[in-house]
């Protein structure tokens, strides 16, 4: 998950109050304290948060809802040009072979992430790969 427009972002807010707004987001991820979960600062406007034993659906449910926790944040308290927006990339895999490589997970993940970025971000863009 990423906020679309980070750059902007960081001009409009600075860089202190961003790693606020990247904190809630993160603490976001936790409160559904998925078991095993980790979430990991993802570049600078946005989080990793992997979900071992996770089917796909509900992660893009996860995805969904974090899109709901940010719009519902108090705009007094986050004044910018735009809306706070996310773009989220999920990548699944169901039953990963022994030699199955990670990093292949996480790139197909970024580009669900790009892709839900060129659609101007809003929406969960998801994948599933053997």
């Given amino acids: 998950a990423e906020f679309v427009d980070g750059p902007s972002l960081m001009m409009t807010l600075g860089l202190e109050r961003l790693a606020v707004l990247r904190r809630v987001l993160e603490a976001a991820c936790r409160r559904w304290e998925h078991p095993g979960s980790v979430c990991l600062p ?4 946005g989080c990793a948060w ?5 089917d ?4 893009v449910g ?3 809802q974090l899109m709901r926790v940010i719009s519902r944040l108090p705009a007094e308290d986050w ?3 735009k809306a706070l927006t996310l ?3 999920v990548a699944f895999v169901a039953t990963p072979a022994p030699n199955f490589p990670p ?4 790139s197909a993940a970024a580009r669900c992430l790009a892709a839900s970025a060129a659609s101007g971000g809003g ?3 998801s994948i599933e790969i053997y």
């Avoid at 990093?103 to 996480?106: C, K």
């Fill in 42 to 45: 993802y570049h600078d406007f």
């Fill in 50 to 54: 992997i979900l071992p034993d996770c």
């Fill in 56 to 59: 796909r659906e509900t992660a």
């Fill in 103 to 106: 990093e292949d997970l996480y």
């Fill in 62 to 64: 996860y995805g969904y």
């Fill in 87 to 89: 773009q989220i990339g």
């Fill in 123 to 125: 929406v969960v863009k």
């Fill in 79 to 81: 004044r910018t040009a």
